[in-house]
Structures are given as structure tokens and as C-alpha cells.
């Protein structure tokens, strides 16, 4: 604000003192009171009025005019930039720090779109702003060299310019609106890419490029299209700006020498002064034409960021230390239903883990297995009953700071688009070489040190320059590092060969007396070296014990076949 005051007083000062240099130019007499009184002044200061030193003064404050404009071009820019950034940063914390049960109901087109776009339409609105504060400053100076110069004229300028603002009202309204269409069509456009991207290789599979196309050539189409009307519509202004400017230039000059016989060298001055004017009021309308259509952006941010808050988890944590149990994790009565489901997720489920041991969770899908995992990881709240760490109740903050605890390796593994070592390191960033070493041991990935580059291999986009198999090694190897209390297996073996399978599986009960786990898998080993295997459907435990145990309540000593058979694996 400073730097635009500043720039608005050398602009000003600049043009009242163009005044007394033409009629000096003219060898005529000052007769102009603001003029006269600013050369009377330098006069009794001992400061020369000669024509050279006026226009050595009027350049000089051109050059501080253009180095203070400079500088706030520069800041602007900056804040700008600080400002895309912060607000980046705060919706990412909060989406982060937002309630699974709630994020999971979530487009992650708009959240995406959210970050890159929207808050990228907000920083360049606030440029605008920024530029039309500017504006407004300098025409301000103007105003008060207008009416030092000609109060008649300056008033005739004040009332047609308000006409002429309030004849493109529709042109502002029209911009809001085209803001708004504009941050539909970018919604659809995040969409489409992620939705696209993640259909390639079905796409190619079924033989629907041509269709995948399509979709998107009108996806483009849409946003594009918006996109021109907005640009339709500043021109539209601007020219309607120049046209109603020249005339009332014009009208200006004709009223000035007719009206109020104003004298040359000020007629002249007041020319200039509303010769820029005009232009700067047409950037003013331009600026707020772009401030307007990125409003709907900033709201949209804002909406989702208050969604964002309404929806957080408890974050302030008692500790940071990960919590070790001694004894079991218990549930009672537990019922959790998401919502919009007609029916819960997981209905008056009790069950005990033991510390220590390996439970195995066998059901249908749908049968609420991985609900089951994530009210047991801490990403969702119960909403009847109670989960138990011993005896402390697992709910509030205390959720956050349990998943310190957890270890989970899920069927669809995730790997950053990095090394082998960094996508290691994500499960323990303290992790020393020998760590690394035993954990992919332990998780039957030796592999990596047969690879050229071993642990220093990029892994591509989700690890796609490995197996499915090899990137579920890497996941489970990851998991281990962190050492958990709780390690939760979703059908992580699924992909491996029998070889590897068995490896694993020894691994894991190689971990008895160092951490609990939870195995969410149909495979048979996986359920005979179980402690205890449960039965989950539509939500309720139909079956728990030993796997000697269900094989005995469905049907005595019979083969395996048979028990696998009417367990529904």
C-alpha cells in the first residue's frame, strides 16, 4: 500500500508539473494557482524554476515513478505466490487431518481440482486486486491534479465515467457467472484426466480409445468454451471503454475551450490527465472483471476447507510415542454403517486379539473384513460399542496416535514414484541398512539385491516397473520396518507364488512375542496356523475359534475340501 501511495504522489506531482513547464515553453506568465503556488515555494526554498531544471525534476519523478512501480510489481508477485502456497498447504493439513469415514464419501477429482486450480485462480484473482488497488490509487492522484487543475471538468469526468460504470454492470455480473461455469468445467476436467489416466489399460484392452477420446475431446470442448467467453467478454469491455473514452475526451476538450475557456498549457495538462484516466479506468473495470471470476474459486475453497474442518479428526495427541499393549485388543458390541448404506458395515461384533498372535478374517466381500481393519487401525469411530487397547478406550486423539502402533498392508499396494530405499524408508526414516536388509528378508524380497541398481531402483509410477508380486514384498517390507504392535494383512499374499507365500507366512509367525497380527486372507496355511480364525456376515460374526474348530462345527474330521467349501472361501 506504501509503494502504491508512493507511485500515486510521483504521478501526481508529475502532472501538476507539467502545467507551469508548457507555459513556460510558451514564455507566458504562471497564472495557474497550484502551479504558481509550487514555483512561488521553490522560489523562497532557493530552488531554480528555469524550463531545463522543471524538466529534469519531471523525469527524475518519472524514474522514481517507474522504480517504485517496480518494486510493487515485484511484491505483488510474491505475495501472490505466498499466498497460493499457505493456502495450498493449509486445505492439504486438513484434508490429511480429515475423518476417513467422511474423505471415503469424497470425489478426489474436486479435492485435486481444489489444489491445483482453484487455488491457483484464487492467487491470480488476488494479483488482480492487488493491481486494481493500484489503479484506484493512481487515479485518486489524478482526481486531485484534475480538480487543482479544473473542478468543472474533473466533475463532468467524475459523472460520465459513473454512467459509463454503471452502463457494463452486466459485463461484472456476466464475469461472476462465467466464474462459476468455469470452476464446473474444470471440475469435469480433473475428473476425466484421473478417471482416463486410470483407464488406459482397460481402454486399450476393450478397444474403446476412440471413445476415451471423445470423452475428452468434450471435456476440453466445455472448458474451452468458457474459457473464450470469458475472454469474449473483457474485450467486449475493453472496446466499450475505448469507444465511450474517446468521446468523452472529446467532449472534455470542446467543453474546456468552449464551456469554461480553460487556459491552453492547462487544457493540455487536463488532456493528459484524462487521456490516462480513461485507459486506467478500463484497467480498473478489466481487474475487477478478473477479480469477479475468480471469486467462485475462492468460495469453492472455502467451502471445501470449513467441509474439511467440520469433518476433522481429534488432533491434539496426549503423546507422540507409539502405544504398546500388553495384554489384547478387545471389541464389544462394535456397529459401524456408512453413510448412505441401508444397512451397518459391521453389526454388535465382539472379539478379542490376543497379544502375540495371529488372528486370521474369512467372509464374503461385503462381509465387512475391512471395516473390520480400519475401526481396528483407528481411521474410523465406532458408532456403538467400544474398542479396547487393555483397558484403555481407543477413541478421540488416542485414534491418531494408535495408528503409530499399526502396520497395514493392503491387497491394492501403493509406491511412490521413487526409489526402492525412499518407498522403504516412508515405514521408518531411521531406518539404518541393516534394517532395510532384515526387513525385505523377512518379507521374502531379496530379489532387490539381484536388480542392477538394487535398493537405489525406481520402482515408476505405483511401482509399475515391478510385479505384482514384488511390489506387495516391498509393501510388506515397508510394514515390518516400522515395527508395529499391530500388523494388519489384507489378502497380502495374494499375488505371491506358493514358494514366496510360504516364506512369508513363516515370517509371520516367526513374529510371535513381537507384535499381533491380523490376516484378512482365504488361503488355507494362512487359516491352519492361525490362533484363531473368524467368520464374518453382513456384517456379524457367524463363526469364531481355531481352524481345527470351525472345521469341527461344519462337519467333523472331513477333508479340507469340504471346509473350505461350505465356509465360502
Not at 541398512?433 to 536388480?451: G, I
Request: with cysteine.
Amino acid at each position: 500500500m506504501l509503494l502504491m501511495i508512493l507511485a500515486g504522489l510521483t504521478e501526481g506531482s508529475g502532472i501538476l508539473l507539467l502545467v507551469p513547464l508548457l507555459q513556460s515553453l510558451q514564455s507566458a506568465a504562471v497564472t495557474h494557482n497550484v502551479s504558481g503556488q509550487m514555483l512561488q515555494r521553490m522560489a523562497e526554498l532557493g530552488v531554480p524554476t528555469s524550463t531545463s531544471f522543471l524538466m529534469g525534476i519531471v523525469l527524475l519523478l518519472i524514474i522514481l515513478r517507474a522504480t517504485l512501480l517496480y518494486a510493487r510489481e515485484r511484491l505483488s508477485t510474491i505475495m501472490q505466490h505466498q499466498l497460493v502456497d499457505k493456502m495450498r498447504l493449509r486445505s492439504f493439513a486438513l484434508l490429511l487431518h480429515a475423518e476417513w469415514r467422511w474423505l471415503t464419501q469424497q470425489n478426489q477429482s474436486d479435492q485435486a481440482n481444489s489444489l491445483l486450480v482453484d487455488i491457483n485462480r484464487i492467487g491470480v484473482g488476488f494479483n488482480f486486486l492487488l493491481g486494481l488497488l493500484a489503479s484506484l490509487m493512481t487515479l485518486l492522484a489524478y482526481l486531485i491534479a484534475a480538480v487543482s487543475l479544473s473542478w468543472q471538468v474533473t466533475l463532468l469526468a467524475f459523472i460520465s465515467g459513473g454512467l459509463i460504470l454503471l452502463v457494463l454492470s452486466g459485463q461484472r455480473k456476466q464475469a461472476l457467472s462465467l466464474g462459476q461455469q468455469l470452476g464446473q468445467a474444470n471440475r469435469s476436467m480433473q475428473a476425466t484426466v484421473q478417471q482416463s489416466l486410470a483407464g488406459i489399460k482397460l481402454a486399450k484392452i476393450l478397444g474403446q480409445e476412440s471413445s476415451f477420446i471423445e470423452r475428452f475431446d468434450h471435456t476440453i470442448a466445455t472448458l474451452r468454451e468458457q474459457q473464450l467467453a470469458f475472454q469474449k467478454d473483457t474485450s467486449l469491455s475493453k472496446v466499450l471503454f475505448q469507444i465511450f473514452g474517446a468521446t468523452l475526451l472529446i467532449g472534455y476538450l470542446l467543453a474546456g475551450l468552449n464551456l469554461w475557456h480553460i487556459e491552453v498549457a492547462q487544457l493540455l495538462t487536463l488532456v493528459i490527465v484524462f487521456g490516462r484516466m480513461i485507459p486506467l479506468f478500463m484497467s480498473a473495470q478489466q481487474q475487477l472483471h478478473h477479480c469477479l471470476h475468480a471469486l467462485p474459486a475462492l468460495e469453492d475453497a472455502q467451502r471445501l476447507q470449513d467441509a474439511y474442518r467440520v469433518n476433522a479428526e481429534p488432533t491434539k495427541l496426549d503423546s507422540h510415542q507409539p502405544i504398546v499393549i500388553g495384554k489384547q485388543i478387545q471389541l464389544k458390541n462394535v456397529s459401524f454403517q456408512y453413510p448412505g448404506k441401508n444397512s451397518p458395515s459391521l453389526a454388535q461384533v465382539s472379539l478379542t486379539l490376543k497379544v502375540h498372535t495371529t488372528t486370521a478374517v474369512i467372509g464374503h466381500s461385503g462381509a465387512g473384513k475391512s471395516t473390520l481393519a480400519d475401526l481396528l487401525m483407528g481411521l474410523l469411530a465406532a458408532d456403538s460399542g467400544e474398542i479396547l487397547l487393555d483397558d484403555i478406550l481407543l477413541t478421540g486423539p488416542l485414534r491418531r496416535q494408535w495408528r503409530q502402533s499399526v502396520a497395514y498392508v493392503p491387497q491394492e499396494v501403493f509406491l511412490f514414484n521413487d526409489s526402492i530405499r525412499n518407498n522403504l524408508l516412508w515405514g521408518n526414516p531411521k531406518a539404518s541398512e541393516a534394517d532395510l536388509l532384515k526387513a525385505l528378508t523377512l518379507a521374502a524380497a531379496e530379489f532387490v539385491f539381484d536388480l542392477p541398481n538394487q535398493l537405489d531402483t525406481m520402482v515408476g509410477d505405483g511401482g509399475v516397473r515391478l510385479s505384482g508380486g514384488e511390489r506387495q514384498r516391498i509393501v510388506l517390507a515397508r510394514a515390518l520396518l516400522k515395527q508395529p504392535t499391530l500388523l494388519i494383512l489384507d489378502e497380502a499374499t495374494s499375488a505371491l507364488d506358493v514358494e514366496n507365500e510360504q516364506r512369508i507366512r513363516q515370517a509371520i509367525e516367526n513374529l510371535h512375542g513381537n507384535m499381533t497380527v491380523l490376516v484378512i486372507g482365504h488361503r488355507l496355511p494362512t487359516l491352519e496356523h492361525a490362533d484363531q480364525v473368524i467368520k464374518l456376515e453382513q456384517g456379524s460374526v457367524v463363526a469364531q475359534g481355531t481352524w481345527q474348530q470351525l472345521k469341527q462345527q461344519h462337519g467333523g474330521d472331513d477333508a479340507s475340501k469340504k471346509a473350505i467349501t461350505r465356509l465360502n472361501f
